[in-house]
């Protein structure tokens, strides 16, 4: 009898601990995606491609997404605009797209002040057409995609990813429902409503669509869909930072305008 | 040499000559042919070859850290048993031992499992690890090979050296023992700790042939893992003796027996508390080591999909201590005089479990949306506040304090201090576990009011003070102890079975922290077989969620436990316990003050 309850205490315990580490969230680290860009590869592939890397596998979030541990990439840093903003001012005689392969294959090259030399050189982990569309992704926050085909093309193998490509291809840059202007549709595409009430359809996390235009006016929606740290809704300061600064990067300019402007029109 | 002997010893050859096939399988012919794209990889059926790894090494993993923890501690209680000239101390030291005999074909099964399933599941990775290591292999089989003999040695000679200059041998036999062990040890912490961090020269392009064997072993992480394993493996070995002692006392027929393995398994308990609270600072170390290494794979560990996994530690680690404190005031029944202490017990529990919640409060929580907007934000504006370091810290600090008061009032339990100077003396042990308290309690809220890098700084003196007044007030209590009076002898043996199923949650939990830690050490490599140098190609490459990893480490600990219940049973069914002279329960009321008996 004292063996089964002993028994019975060793599997009561050990379900515990099962069912307690299944209950938190569940993230999984995932292997980055091989790429197999060639020359002719859209800079919407590589933007697309690079931030599925800075936000997944590429593990980049775990210190630029704080700020406290590296400068934070996706919004301003101390008036000098995003990473795409700020990056041909950096460093004298050095354009963006330079800096910015410099920072991720000789990181020690320059750091940025305020911060320690923490960054690895980035060739240890991604293949050139990673670090490429990375490149191209945070060239995107804010300023224009100058990577090329070519660059990729040139890269060719060298870095950790290179080998035989996983097929696929990358992420194509498809666009969002379908090139529709519907803006509603283009909001629901969007995973607006996870957020934003419109109507009966949405949640209460950040502020309401129903009479925005009456609050603010097209350029601070404009701006608050493209860089969203930079205003605060009064009464949602708690949620400062919530939004990720990434689904503006979702419309063409055609979808952006459709939804600016009828976000403007909710009065 | 018995029957069991004799199997053993056909079972370490045979496992022995599995080695050396394994090893030779491993020629570089095979490697190449792997290296030359014929395959990389085999599969093992549903479960896959990373599960059939990873079990392989875990369950290895728990027989290895007995066998190594075991005689650590087994030569100290020897050696007492020599100093003291008290034959209990050597009875139970050679009953650690024979837990130890049993239990060591078991570990170098699954080491020849884990070497199989490597050469044929893996050939690719293992074929570049023995190319680089192939010497340090041979000397591990080598070391091995004498390491079990000196064990026999050890155990076999106890009753035939046992006396004057042939018992001081048969000490250094012991002692022998653990010098091969530690080195056994140290060699496979080689192998892995360079899958963790490669010399910084080695990269995917370098052939293994051109790596440094010494460069190497000596690689960043190598040293702490070794002190951390050491220390975990007495923790560990501590736990399961505890473990075995329970469950004997639970089907003890005699109060004899009841007597016997009730101290044997207050003296487990005693080593795996005593070394857990060291544990953290070589755990400290190592992680800093790690940070140093690559911060990446720091943060990654600490900050990025493995931050819930520190939770769970916490949670466990909670477990752990309350489950200890608990033994210790149920055993405080079964001492004459401890009856005084009892009342304070429900302060501690108050203080244990205040820190556990503490402790266990997530920093930032990943939370859906109706989660968001019922906090307000992205941090809880209550359990914000508590997730941060200071508070941690705090918590953690006061749980040490409070589980060292508890084997204080243990010790002083029965003993009447007959000293001039013990009122004093105790006053000054209240007020140095005060001061202690104090300077923990001041510097976890400052922490709140000064930066981050400041604020790291202040978990120094909080440590700092906990340990001084561990050690000061140990040795004040030493020392008023001196000729003490006793209100009674310890009632070994009169324990509520309860007090033996917190013996069992603290083996299981030992033996599930250790699993969920071996997943943190390895699983922060990621996608790498080694470190940004040679990458997993496998399916099974993406490392998987806590969930997932929790169901893994629960099936290696039930067949890690199943197995060594039933070599323990094994071992029960050829050689009757040794039993120890601790003498059984003393008739109650007759707590007269005598001659304090030591426990």
Redesign the interface.
């Known amino acids: 009898m004292a063996n089964l309850k002993v028994f019975g205490v060793v599997l009561v315990t050990i379900a515990i601990y099962t069912l307690l580490a299944n209950a938190i969230p569940q993230v999984q680290s995932e292997v980055p995606e091989e790429l197999s860009f060639g020359a002719g590869v859209t800079a919407e592939q590589l933007v697309t491609a690079g931030e599925q890397l800075y936000q997944g596998a590429g593990g980049c979030t775990a210190c630029h997404g704080l700020g406290t541990r590296a400068p934070n990439l996706l919004t301003d840093e101390a008036g000098t605009g995003t990473i795409g903003v700020r990056c041909a001012t950096r460093v004298m005689d050095k354009d963006c797209k330079a800096y910015l392969h410099d920072s991720l294959t000789e990181p020690g090259s320059f750091v940025v002040p305020g911060y320690g030399p923490i960054m690895t050189d980035m060739r240890r982990t991604l293949s050139g057409a990673q670090i490429w569309a990375l490149i191209a992704y945070l060239q995107s926050l804010g300023g224009e995609v100058t990577v090329t085909g070519e660059d990729v093309a040139a890269a060719g193998n060298e870095g950790a990813g290179g080998g035989a490509p996983a097929g696929g291809g990358g992420a194509a840059g498809a666009a969002l429902a379908g090139g529709s202007l519907d803006p509603v549709e283009l909001l629901r595409a969007a995973t607006c409503f996870v957020c934003h009430k419109l109507g009966e359809e949405g949640g209460p996390i950040g502020p309401p669509f129903d009479g925005i235009g009456a609050r603010i006016n097209a350029d601070r929606i404009r701006r608050g869909i493209l860089a969203p740290n930079a205003d605060t809704a009064q009464g949602f300061e708690a949620m400062a930072g919530t939004m990720p600064p990434t689904f503006g990067q979702q419309f063409n300019a055609a979808q952006l305008e459709a939804v600016v402007q009828f976000l403007s029109s909710r009065k | 040499m018995n029957r069991v002997g004799k199997i053993t010893i056909r079972l370490i050859g045979a496992v022995l000559g599995l080695g050396a096939l394994a090893l030779c399988l491993a020629d570089p012919a095979v490697a190449q042919e792997a290296a030359g794209g014929v395959r990389e990889y085999g599969n093992f059926p549903v479960i896959g070859s990373r599960a059939a790894v990873w079990i392989a090494a875990q369950v290895h993993l728990m027989f290895a850290a007995f066998v190594l923890g075991v005689p650590m501690f087994a030569v100290v209680v020897e050696g007492i048993g020599i100093a003291t000239k008290d034959e209990k101390y050597d009875k139970l030291s050679k009953e650690f031992v024979r837990l130890l005999l049993i239990a060591y074909s078991a570990t170098a099964i699954w080491g020849a499992i884990l070497t199989m399933f490597l050469v044929t599941l893996y050939p690719r990775f293992w074929g570049h690890l023995s190319e680089i290591f192939e010497v340090s292999i041979w000397i591990y089989v080598g070391l091995f090979f004498v390491e079990s003999f000196t064990l026999y040695l050890y155990y076999y000679g106890w009753d035939r050296w046992k006396k004057g200059g042939a018992k001081l041998m048969h000490l250094g036999l012991g002692i022998l023992l653990n010098v091969f062990g530690t080195a056994v040890l140290f060699i496979a912490d080689s192998w892995l700790s360079y899958m963790m961090s490669p010399p910084a020269e080695v ?2 392009d370098t052939a293994p042939g051109m790596v440094r064997l010494w460069s190497a072993i000596t690689n960043a992480t190598w040293m702490p893992i070794n002190i951390h394993r050491i220390i975990a493996n007495v923790v560990f070995g501590g736990a399961i003796a505890a473990g075995y002692a ?2 004997r006392f ?2 003890s027929t005699t109060d004899e027996e009841r007597a016997h393995y009730d101290w044997m398994g207050y003296i487990g308990n005693f080593i795996a508390i005593s070394a857990l609270l060291v544990l953290p600072f070589a755990g400290y170390w190592l992680g800093r080591e790690v940070y140093e290494y ?3 794979m720091g ?2 560990m600490m ?3 493995m931050s ?1 996994l520190w ?2 530690q916490a ?2 680690i909670g477990v752990l201590f309350l489950a200890a404190n608990y033994y210790l005031w149920i055993g405080l029944g079964r001492i004459p005089g401890g009856e005084r202490f009892v009342p304070y017990t429900k302060w501690m529990l108050l203080i244990l479990v205040a820190g556990v919640i503490v402790w266990a409060t997530p920093h930032t929580m ?1 939370a859906n ?2 989660e ?2 019922q906090m ?3 941090h809880h504006p209550f359990l914000g506040v508590l997730g941060v370091m200071s508070a941690k810290n705090t918590a953690v600090n006061l749980m040490i304090l409070t589980t060292f008061l508890s084997f204080l009032m243990y010790r002083r339990a029965n003993k009447a201090p007959v000293v001039s100077w013990a009122a004093r003396g105790s006053l000054i042990q209240g007020i140095v576990l005060a001061l202690a308290a104090g300077v923990v309690i001041f510097y976890g809220v400052y922490g709140y009011f000064v930066s ?1 890098i400041v604020r790291i700084g202040f978990s120094v003196y909080q440590v700092g003070a906990v340990l001084i007044t561990i050690v000061v007030v140990t040795v004040i209590d030493v020392m008023i102890s001196r000729g003490a009076k006793s209100y009674g002898e310890i009632r070994w043996g009169r324990m509520p ?1 309860r007090s033996q ?1 917190a013996l ?2 603290l ?3 030992f033996t ?1 922290l250790m699993g969920l830690m071996g997943f943190a050490r390895s ?1 922060i490599r ?2 790498w077989h080694i470190w ?1 140098v040679m ?2 190609t496998s399916p099974w ?11 893994v ?2 099936t290696c ?2 067949i890690f ?1 199943s197995m060594i219940a039933f070599i323990f049973w094994l071992g029960g069914l050829v050689e009757k316990p040794v039993l120890a002279s601790a003498r059984p329960a003393a008739v109650p009321g007759t707590g007269g003050l005598a001659p304090a008996h030591g426990e």
């Open positions: 990269t995917p329970a469950i639970l089907n690559n911060q990446s943060i990654t900050g990025g999909f819930w939770i769970i949670f466990l990943i949306r109706d968001l907007a307000g934000g992205t981050a079975a199923y069992f949650i083996v299981v939990t599930w699983g990621q996608h940004e990458r997993d490459a993406a490392t998987p969620a806590l969930g997932s990893a929790a169901v480490i629960s600990v039930l436990l």
